[in-house]
C-alpha cells in the first residue's frame, strides 16, 4: 500500500470514532450522538504533509484534534510514533505531548490574551524540560527567528499583533517543544489571502528543516493541492477517498470528490466558462442522523439503489489510491 | 496610568459637587421639620427662634456653601490638628449634627469600627467562600457541587437579610442559645474570652451578610470562569500539555479574575455604607444604622455628610476598578 517503501508511518489512526452525546428531555437522557468523526483510518508517513479537506461542519477538526487526543475517543485506536494513545488518560498524556503539537485556526482566541509572545512560547519549556532561563531564552528568541517575528516583540502580548503575526506566534509556539508531527487545523483560513501563502511557504520550509509531518486540514483546495502529499477528503464524518495528491487531483475516483474538485474557481476566465460544475443537491445530513448505506447517498448524482442499503468499503482501488464508493465494486 | 488617575481625579470633582448639590436639594426639597420631634408645648416663635439658631433661615445657596466650605476646609483643618497638634481651625464651626449637637465626624469616627469589623469581615469571608465556589462550580458545570452552589447562591441572593437574620436569631440564640442575638459595642478585646466573645457576637451578622455577598459574587465567578473555559487558548494550553492545575489556575483563572475584581472594588462602598437592614436586626450600631436615625430625625447635616461621604466612595472605587482593569488586562491601557 505504500507509495515510497522506505516511509514508514508515523502516526497511524484506526477506526477512529468521535461521538458526542445528545442529551435532551425533561430528565437530560442520552437521546443520541454527533458522529463528527465516524470511522476513520488513514497513516501519515514521516516528513510528509497529509492534507485533510472537506466542507464545513464534515468533522475535519475534530478529526485532528480527536488524534492529538484533545478529546477523549469513543473508540478506536491512534499510534503515534510507535505509542498507542488512543485510550490513555490525559495525564499519561502530558509526557507525549512533546512529540504531538497543533496549529489552531483561528490565531486570535488561540493565544491567551494576558500572556506576553515570551511566555507564550516559553511555557511549554518550563513544563517540559529543564533549561535554564537563559536557555529557554535564547530558545524563544531562535523560534521567533524561524518563524521569522523580530526578536524585539517578545515582551508584546498577542492583541499587538497582525492576524499572520499571531498565527507565526501560534507556529513558534507548536515548534518549542521539537515536535515530530504537527496538526495544522486551518491554519490559513482565518488570514487575509496575501498572508495564507507566506504562511503556507513558512510552514514548508520548517518542515524541510525540522523534518516535520503534518496533517494539514483546510477546505481550500487549492493550498492543499499546494502543500500536501497526499489528500485525504472528507464527507460526514467519514474519509471518502484517500489518494497521492497528483492522482486525486487528475483522477479523482468519489462522486463527492469530483463534485468538490469541480468547485475549484478556475482563475482563466476561457477556462473557467468550459468548466462544467457539478453541482450538489440538498444539504448535507445531519451528523446525529446520517443515512443509511453511504453517507453521500441523498447528494450523490450517481446513486444506485445498493448506495441506500450497504455501506461501501474503503479499500484501495489502485495502488495508494483508496477510496469508499459502489461504483467502483463494479469495475 | 498616572496620568490617566490624576485626569480621573480632577474630572471627580465636579461630578462629586453635582452630587452634593442634588442630595442638598432633595433633603431641602423632601418634607420634615428638625423640629417635628420637639415638644408641642414649645411656643412657635420660640421654634422659629430655634431654627434660626440651627441656621434654617438662611436662604439654601448660602447653607449649602456653607456646608461645602465647613467640609472640604474647616473639617480637614482639625484633623490635621487633631494629628500634628498645630491650630489651623482655630475654633470655626464644624458640622454638627441636629439631633446629638455634637460634630458630625466625632459620631461617623464612633460609628465606623462596628461597620468595617461586622460589615468588612462579611465581604471578606463572602469573597473567600465565594471564589472557590464559583471556580469550582465552573469547571464541574452541572455536577451535583454546581447544583448545589447555584441552589444556594439562589437562596442567598433571594432571601432578604431581614429574614434570614431573624431566622438565625431564632434558631441560634433563641432555641439553641450558642450566640447572642445582640451586638455589644461596649466589650472590650484584652484577653483571649473577650475575643472569644467578640468572635462569637459577630458570627451571625457576618454571615448573613456574607451569604448575601457570596452568593452575588460565586456567580459572577462562575460565569466568567465559564467564559474563558470555552476559549481556544485554553485547548491551546492543554495541547502544549500543561497540567491541569496550570491550566485552570494560570490561564483560565487569571483571565476570569478581571471582570471579577471590578466587580469586588466596586462593591467595597457598600461596605462602609453599613449594611442598613442587617445592622438593625443585630443592633450594630455602625453607619448604617446612623443613617436611619438621622433620616428619622430630619438629621439634614448627618444625612447629608453620611450620604456624601459614600459618593466620594463610590467614586473612587469605580477608579479604583477601572485602574485595577488596566493592570490586569494588557489589552486595556489609558494614556
Known amino acids: 500500500m505504500l507509495d515510497n517503501p522506505v516511509k514508514k508511518p508515523l502516526v497511524k489512526v484506526r477506526d477512529l470514532k468521535m461521538h458526542f452525546p445528545i442529551y435532551s428531555g425533561f430528565f437530560q437522557r442520552h437521546t443520541g450522538n454527533v458522529k463528527a468523526v465516524d470511522g476513520v483510518s488513514f497513516d501519515v508517513f514521516e516528513g510528509e504533509t497529509l492534507g485533510l479537506v472537506g466542507e464545513s461542519g464534515c468533522g475535519k477538526s475534530t478529526c485532528g484534534r480527536a488524534v492529538l487526543r484533545l478529546y477523549d475517543i469513543t473508540t478506536g485506536s491512534i499510534e503515534i510514533d510507535g505509542k498507542e494513545i488512543g485510550a490513555t488518560p490525559q495525564a499519561d498524556l502530558r509526557p507525549i505531548r512533546p512529540t504531538m503539537q497543533m496549529v489552531f485556526q483561528d490565531p486570535q482566541a488561540s493565544l491567551n490574551p494576558r500572556m506576553t509572545v515570551q511566555s507564550i512560547i516559553q511555557e511549554p519549556l518550563d513544563e517540559h524540560t529543564k533549561l535554564s532561563q537563559k536557555e529557554k531564552q535564547e530558545k524563544v528568541w531562535e523560534l521567533m527567528d524561524a518563524v521569522g517575528l523580530n526578536r524585539r516583540f517578545a515582551g508584546r502580548y498577542p492583541h499587538a499583533f497582525s492576524g499572520g503575526q499571531r498565527q507565526r506566534i501560534g507556529i513558534a509556539r507548536a515548534l518549542a517543544l521539537n515536535p515530530k508531527f504537527i496538526v495544522c487545523d486551518e491554519p490559513i483560513a482565518a488570514l487575509d489571502v496575501s498572508i495564507q501563502a507566506q504562511v503556507v511557504n513558512l510552514l514548508e520550509d520548517l518542515q524541510e528543516k525540522y523534518g516535520l509531518t503534518y496533517l494539514f486540514i483546510s477546505h481550500d483546495l487549492s493550498m492543499v493541492r499546494h502543500i500536501a502529499t497526499r489528500v485525504a477528503v472528507m464527507y460526514l464524518g467519514k474519509i471518502v477517498e484517500l489518494a497521492p495528491r497528483e492522482a486525486l487531483y487528475a483522477s479523482p475516483q468519489h462522486p463527492y470528490t469530483e463534485a468538490l474538485l469541480s468547485a475549484v474557481p478556475e482563475p482563466d476566465p476561457s477556462l473557467e466558462s468550459r468548466a462544467d460544475r457539478i453541482i450538489l443537491q440538498g444539504d448535507v445530513p445531519s451528523p446525529s442522523k446520517p443515512p443509511k448505506g453511504c453517507n453521500f447517498c441523498t447528494r450523490c448524482p450517481k446513486v444506485m439503489d445498493i448506495c441506500k442499503e450497504t455501506e461501501p468499503e474503503f479499500k484501495e482501488v489502485k495502488p495508494g489510491h483508496f477510496a469508499a464508493c459502489h461504483l467502483l465494486d463494479k469495475s | ?335
Do not use: C
Not at chain 2, 456653601?65 to 464644624?94: C, H, K, M, S
Open chain 2, 1 to 335: 496610568m498616572l496620568t490617566y488617575t490624576i485626569r480621573r481625579l480632577i474630572l471627580a470633582i465636579p461630578t462629586l459637587l453635582f452630587i452634593a448639590l442634588v442630595i442638598f436639594l432633595l433633603l431641602e426639597l423632601a418634607p420634615g421639620d428638625p423640629m417635628a420631634e420637639m415638644p408641642l408645648t414649645i411656643p412657635p416663635e420660640v421654634k422659629e427662634r430655634m431654627r434660626e439658631a440651627l441656621g434654617l433661615g438662611q436662604p439654601w445657596y448660602i447653607r449649602f456653601y456653607l456646608w461645602l466650605y465647613q467640609f472640604f476646609v474647616v473639617e480637614p483643618q482639625y484633623w490635621i490638628d487633631a494629628l500634628f497638634g498645630t491650630n489651623l481651625a482655630d475654633g470655626a464651626q464644624r458640622i454638627i449634627s441636629f439631633q446629638s449637637r455634637s460634630p458630625v465626624f466625632d459620631t461617623i469616627a464612633e460609628r465606623i469600627p462596628q461597620t468595617l469589623w461586622v460589615v468588612g469581615m462579611s465581604y471578606v469571608v463572602g469573597v473567600i467562600i465565594a471564589l472557590p465556589i464559583g471556580i469550582i462550580s465552573a469547571y464541574r458545570q452541572y455536577s451535583w457541587f454546581d447544583n448545589l452552589g447555584t441552589f444556594i447562591s439562589m437562596v442567598g441572593f433571594s432571601v432578604p437579610t431581614f429574614f434570614t437574620g431573624v431566622l438565625l436569631i431564632v434558631i441560634f440564640s433563641v432555641n439553641l442559645g450558642w450566640f447572642p442575638s445582640i451586638y455589644d459595642t461596649t466589650l472590650v478585646v484584652n484577653d483571649w474570652s473577650s475575643f472569644l466573645m467578640q468572635l462569637r457576637q459577630m458570627a451571625m451578622p457576618v454571615f448573613v451578610l456574607a451569604l448575601y455577598n457570596a452568593a452575588q459574587i460565586s456567580r459572577f465567578m462562575r460565569a466568567s470562569m465559564l467564559d474563558n473555559l470555552g476559549q481556544d487558548y485554553v485547548r491551546t494550553a492543554r495541547a502544549k500539555g500543561m497540567r491541569e492545575r496550570v491550566v485552570v489556575l494560570k490561564h483560565v483563572l487569571r483571565n476570569s479574575l478581571i471582570p471579577v475584581v471590578t466587580v469586588i472594588a466596586l462593591g467595597v462602598p457598600q461596605v462602609f455604607g453599613g449594611a442598613i437592614i442587617t445592622e438593625q436586626v443585630f443592633k450594630v450600631n455602625g453607619l448604617g444604622q446612623l443613617l436611619i436615625i438621622a433620616i428619622h430625625g430630619n438629621d439634614v447635616p448627618m444625612i447629608l455628610t453620611l450620604t456624601f461621604i459614600f459618593a466620594v466612595l463610590i467614586v473612587i472605587f469605580n477608579l479604583i476598578a477601572d485602574v485595577l482593569y488596566g493592570f490586569l488586562d494588557p489589552r486595556i491601557r489609558y494614556d
